[in-house]
Structures are given as structure tokens and as C-alpha cells.
């Protein structure tokens, strides 16, 4: 097995103003040299100040979007190389909301992996079925569909890191079993390795979808899984911290 880093991941979605990168200096704080690799990801407003605010830590800095284009008349849409620019080490691509709210498709959210692999940045590419789906048994055919279609190829192991997200789970307190979870995780550990050999065994696997203290021990036990996106106990130094604290225990 490869020697994957653990990775925590936190998603800030649409929330954050200056004010809030106080949260930042507390994590910094609480995890000064972790055994772990950290990485938040706030609205794009905020990545430059955030990045500045954490020169000198363990703490990464990512964005939540990028457009496929380098440049171009695209009103509201930010770049992968502008991300760079500001301090990303990393972008989110493909996650549920947007390809619900925004109607991403997998080829979509494959060639903004390709910009974003292009301008250095860690493209981390989102998978997860509906309740729907999940009820309906085809689970592993969603994901396994999103994976083909959203990862480029010659991807590499430095240059991405895929997340699995129950869609029903983001947000709901509603955690699949660890059994679930292993099954998925187990699945994409064999498509990516059967895709890209050595290279699909080093590619992180993170679990996302009511990630929080309470059960972070128990899912970072689980078979494949290297760490977490976390959503909501991502904004709180406290929540994320002890986040970061269990996956250092799992490393």
C-alpha cells in the first residue's frame, strides 16, 4: 500500500467575512505541527487574506471552484491560475451543491480538473449518490461513473485527491454505516488502481458528510479512507481542531 498523508479538509462554502479568520489564528494554535496535512477552503473573498494569515503554519489554503478557462469574459468566475495567484494550494471540483445549484456535469468538473492540474493546484474531485440512488442500490454505479468521467487522465498522485460525499449526508447528521463508507471507499481504491496502477494506490480517498468530533475516531478507522471534507465543523477552530486531533490518532 501506498504511504498516503493523511489529509483534513475544510470546506467553508458560502460563509466567512474577515472577521472569521480569527478562527483561523485558533487553529493554528491548537494544531501548531500536526501529523496531518490541514486545508481550509473559504469563499474566494477570503483566500488571500486567509493565506496570508497562515504564512509561517502547517495550515493550506484552497478555493471551492475554479472555471475551465485561464481568462476570458466570464463575469463572476475565478480562474484556477487567479487561485494560484492568491494563495490556493488546492481546489474543491465538483462538489454536490454545485453540480446540483450549478448543473455540473462530469465532464465539467473533468476539465476544470485539468485547468486547475495545469495552473499546480490539487484538484480535489467530489463523488456521492443521492438517497435515491443509494436506496435504489446503484451506489457503486454512480460513483464508479463519476470517477471515470470527472478525473482526467495522467492524473496523478500529487495532483489529486477524490472525496466521497453521500449527497443525503452532507448536512443532515446522517452518516452512512462504516461498513457503507468502507465498501465505497474500498471500490474507488480498486477503479483508481485498476486506471492509474501505482499512481491510483497513492490517490487520498476522503470521506465528507456530518464529519464531526463525535465520529471522526470511528470513520477514520475505516478501511481507505484518508481523511475527511468537512463541512459545517470546519468553521469552528474547536469542531475542526478536534477533527484534525482524531486524524492525527488514525495516521
Known amino acids: 500500500m501506498a504511504d498516503r498523508r493523511k489529509l ?6 458560502m460563509h466567512g467575512v474577515g472577521a472569521d479568520l480569527a478562527e ?8 501548531p505541527e500536526p501529523g496531518c496535512e490541514v486545508l481550509l477552503c473559504p469563499p474566494a473573498t477570503l483566500i488571500a487574506r486567509m493565506a496570508a494569515r497562515v504564512a509561517g503554519t502547517a495550515i493550506e489554503v484552497g478555493g471551492q471552484d475554479c472555471h475551465p478557462a485561464t481568462a476570458g469574459a466570464h463575469t463572476g468566475d475565478v480562474s484556477a491560475p487567479m487561485l494560484a495567484e492568491a494563495g490556493a494550494s488546492h481546489v474543491i471540483l465538483g462538489h454536490s451543491e454545485r453540480r446540483t445549484d450549478h448543473a455540473e456535469t462530469d465532464a465539467g468538473v473533468r476539465v476544470k480538473a485539468e485547468a486547475a492540474m495545469a495552473a499546480g493546484l490539487r484538484a480535489i474531485v467530489c463523488l456521492g449518490e443521492t438517497l435515491g440512488e443509494r436506496e435504489a442500490g446503484e451506489t457503486l454505479s454512480v460513483v464508479g461513473r463519476q470517477l471515470a468521467g470527472s478525473v482526467p487522465s495522467g492524473a496523478t498522485a500529487a495532483a ?3 472525496a466521497y460525499e453521500p449527497v443525503w449526508a452532507i448536512g443532515t447528521g446522517k452518516v452512512p454505516t462504516m461498513d457503507q463508507i468502507a465498501e465505497v471507499h474500498d471500490f474507488l481504491r480498486a477503479e483508481l488502481i485498476a486506471r492509474f496502477g501505482a499512481e491510483g494506490d497513492g490517490v487520498r480517498l476522503l470521506y465528507g458528510g456530518s ?10 478507522a ?7 471534507l468537512v463541512g459545517g465543523a ?9 477533527i484534525v486531533t482524531a ?5
Open 8 to 13: 483534513a479538509a475544510g470546506n467553508w462554502k
Open 24 to 31: 483561523v489564528d485558533a487553529l493554528a494554535a491548537a494544531v
Open 160 to 162: 489529486l485527491v477524490v
Open 211 to 220: 464529519v464531526k468530533p463525535s465520529n471522526a475516531d470511528e470513520i477514520f
Open 222 to 228: 475505516v478501511s481507505n479512507v484518508d481523511g475527511a
Open 234 to 242: 470546519s468553521l469552528k477552530a474547536a469542531d475542526f481542531g478536534a
Open 247 to 251: 486524524l492525527e490518532r488514525a495516521a
